[in-house]
């Protein structure tokens, strides 16, 4: 099943179901949240207007009218489950491994999120303008103490999105030890939010194997695959709970998409492409993003397209 967020004059918009071409839709009368809320009775009816819409009902989706598929939601808790990025930025960086045998995560700006299609606004080209590409799970409500194997039962549904970040101001706010704040902005999320079912094989062990392609301006510039995670988003989730609840409506990001086999498959973010750089010719070469320039995401059709400008505030 596959769902979106079509603007109705409020902050969270309209939920509608999506046919599977992505070219037709059918509303409800809530939000996506509101649907997270009371999930178990929501599910059968979005599955009965799913069910309506592979018959051929529905009316013509037009993209330029969804949102995010949650404009705003509850928690944004983004962890790094790809060991390759990691490993590069510590050689390329000097930096000491970091110590723990626990998922990496940190908790980031969740009132809200951009969709795929709005430019995104920065102040200053300074600031080290870079994307991530990831995908991320939605939850319902997960009970403190849940378990990996528990954890698979309460991902709702999945998402592609960039976690925009500000390269030159990350590493003043990590040396204060109290976290990012102005380094990482909203993110923006591809239109369709779809649930594991959906995915059929290329959902394993709460990993979303498929790959994401990335183009900068309309250059190739990865498309490593996302069942490289260490960690699934069952695991994530478990360790996100450990100590707390966490409410119906929470994201949780993989971390930028990351494969050993980089030479080959690319990035998803420039700050691994200048790891790479310095690694092998002592300086990074490729510059980040300027005003102007465009970021394109996608992993096959099943998501639709991230595609931005990046433009002065």
């Not at 103490?145 to 709702?156: V, W, Y």
């Not at 070469?285 to 005003?291: E, I, K, V, Y």
Request: glycine letters at 10%.
């Amino acid at each position: 099943m596959r769902l979106a967020t079509r603007a109705s004059g409020n902050r969270d918009g309209a939920l509608v179901v999506v046919s599977g071409d992505g070219s037709r839709y059918l509303p409800t009368d809530g939000t996506l949240q509101s649907a997270l809320d009371q999930w178990s009775r929501c599910e059968p009816m979005l599955r009965a207007l799913a069910d309506r819409l592979d018959a051929g009902q529905g009316e013509a989706l037009d993209p330029a009218t969804l949102l995010a598929p949650l404009p705003r939601a509850w928690q944004w808790l983004d962890g790094s489950a790809f060991p390759t990025h990691g490993e590069l930025m510590q050689q390329a960086f000097r930096l000491p491994p970091i110590e723990t045998d626990k998922p990496l995560m940190y908790q980031g700006m969740s009132h809200r999120f951009l969709s795929g299609r709005e430019d995104v606004p920065f102040p200053s080209e300074a600031d080290g303008i870079d994307f991530e590409g990831e995908f991320a799970v939605v939850t319902g409500d997960v009970p403190m103490g849940c378990t990996p194997a528990d954890a698979l039962g309460h991902i709702r549904l999945v998402l592609l999105l960039n976690d925009w970040s500000l390269r030159a101001i990350a590493p003043v706010e990590m040396k204060t030890g109290f976290g990012w704040v102005q380094a990482k902005p909203a993110c923006s999320v591809a239109p369709f939010a779809v649930t594991p079912d959906a995915l059929g094989g290329a959902w394993v062990d709460g990993r979303v194997c498929l790959s994401l392609t990335v183009e900068v301006n309309g250059r190739w510039f990865g498309s490593p695959a996302g069942d490289a995670m260490a960690y699934g988003f069952h695991d994530l989730i478990a360790h996100a709970a450990r100590t707390r609840d966490l409410p119906a409506g929470t994201i949780i990001g993989s971390g930028t998409v990351s494969n050993p086999n980089h030479g080959e498959v690319g990035s998803t973010c420039l700050s691994e492409r200048r790891a790479i750089e310095m690694i092998d010719h002592g300086a990074p070469q490729t510059p980040f993003l300027r005003f102007g320039d465009r970021v394109t995401m996608h992993a096959g059709d099943i998501f639709g397209t991230i595609d931005q400008r990046v433009v002065q505030r």
